[in-house]
């Protein structure tokens, strides 16, 4: 009788020999966009480049037939959150949503590590948001199974990112070489904060273009600035739209201002117009996270550089590349 002896952790059991490239991502927490090489993301990009093609040629496949995601989020969602159950059913796997915790057991006041231990019980990996920095992490530190980070308070949004940068790439052809413009609330922000971190591993020239209380945190900029990133600030955008060639626009993040005067002194800085994509190159992409509320003005949706809805497209490839590398299926 032969006895089961369980994968290590960077050996998938249902890989192919000799094709182990992903084997590292296998059982692995997806927390933190410094945890990812170049050639990580050469090898991401790869396998959301095969889930695009799958889905736009069969739709739903079997490839995590059997999996359960448990989509765990303490704050709102529309994008992270359905496109997560939408990648984990289109690879044919199932879904536990808790999208709304005030009718979990975590408003009779339960842990966020007790509610991770019991949602492990009954699913292959977690996806969490929640309003607290860290709070990833310390999901991760009392759960053995994967945790993918979708949102700790200002801190990072990693899959947001790879999105990001997966939505260059496909329009722009690279990402050397870019001059990248982030526009709005740089400071509460977690997508900006994630993007620049990520951007390091390429050569890129970063601008940030904010409202003076909502600059990019010095801590971020010193950081970035170790790793050679060359970066300049700016309270307006005239100086910098004609040489940009990714425009990232944020929301000003109305829920994490304490005051709420501070919020309406700021809220309608920066609003992207016609006018102001007239000023842009031919060849500039507009992106934004979404949800956006007043910082890009409707009539730029049929500009073909409004990249916007075609960004959250590719939230969907992304994420089912994450899905099946970090359960050994890709
Ligand atoms: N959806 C993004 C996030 O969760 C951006 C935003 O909310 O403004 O961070």
């Given amino acids: 009788m032969?006895?089961?002896?369980?994968?290590?952790?960077?050996?998938?059991?249902?890989?192919?020999f000799g094709d182990q490239r992903g084997a590292q991502f296998y059982g692995k927490d997806i927390l933190s966009v410094n945890q990812f090489s170049r050639h990580d993301i050469e090898y991401i990009f790869g396998v959301a480049k095969e889930m695009r093609e799958m889905v736009t040629r069969i739709g739903t496949f079997d490839l995590l037939k059997g999996?359960?995601?448990a989509n765990l989020f303490y704050e709102p969602s529309t994008r992270?959150?359905?496109?997560?159950?939408?990648?984990?059913?289109?690879?044919?796997?199932?879904?536990?949503?808790?999208?709304?915790?005030?009718?979990s057991s975590v408003s009779?006041?339960?842990?966020?590590?007790?509610?991770?231990?019991?949602?492990?019980?009954?699913?292959?990996?977690?996806?969490?948001?929640?309003?607290?920095?860290g709070s990833a992490a310390l999901a991760a530190k009392y759960a053995s199974k994967p945790i993918i980070n979708a949102g700790d308070g200002v801190g990072e949004h990693p899959t947001q990112a790879l999105l990001d940068l997966f939505t260059i790439v496909s329009e722009l052809g690279k990402v050397d070489e870019l001059t990248i413009?982030?526009?709005?609330?740089?400071?509460?922000?977690?997508?900006?904060?994630?993007?620049?971190?990520?951007?390091?591993?390429?050569?890129?020239?970063?601008?940030?273009?904010?409202?003076?209380?909502?600059?990019?945190?010095?801590?971020?900029?010193?950081?970035?600035?170790?790793?050679g990133m060359?970066?300049?600030?700016?309270?307006?955008?005239?100086?910098?739209?004609?040489?940009?060639?990714?425009?990232?626009?944020?929301?000003v993040q109305k829920e994490r201002f304490e005051n709420q005067d501070d919020y309406e002194s700021v809220k309608g800085t920066f609003v992207i117009t016609p006018e102001v994509m007239d000023q842009a190159k031919d060849?500039?992409?507009?992106?934004?996270?979404?949800?956006?509320?007043?910082?890009?003005?409707?009539?730029?949706?049929?500009?073909?550089?409004a990249a916007y809805f075609r960004q959250m497209e590719s939230g969907l490839y992304v994420r089912m590349a994450l899905l099946a590398m970090v359960l050994g299926k890709a």
Avoid: W
């Fill in 2 to 16: 032969t006895s089961y002896i369980p994968p290590s952790k960077n050996q998938s059991p249902y890989l192919p």
């Fill in 67 to 69: 999996k359960i995601l």
């Fill in 80 to 103: 992270t959150s359905s496109s997560f159950t939408s990648a984990m059913e289109r690879l044919g796997g199932s879904v536990i949503p808790i999208n709304e915790v005030r009718y």
């Fill in 108 to 133: 009779k006041g339960e842990s966020l590590p007790d509610t991770v231990r019991t949602l492990e019980c009954y699913a292959d990996v977690i996806v969490i948001r929640h309003p607290e920095m």
């Fill in 181 to 227: 413009t982030m526009l709005g609330d740089l400071k509460y922000g977690r997508t900006v904060h994630s993007l620049s971190r990520l951007l390091t591993l390429f050569k890129v020239k970063l601008n940030y273009v904010s409202p003076e209380i909502l600059r990019m945190p010095p801590e971020i900029i010193t950081e970035l600035k170790s790793k």
């Fill in 230 to 251: 060359v970066q300049a600030e700016y309270n307006t955008l005239d100086p910098v739209i004609s040489k940009t060639d990714v425009l990232y626009v944020t929301r």
């Fill in 283 to 305: 060849k500039m992409i507009v992106m934004h996270p979404l949800p956006r509320v007043g910082e890009i003005a409707m009539e730029v949706d049929d500009d073909p550089r």
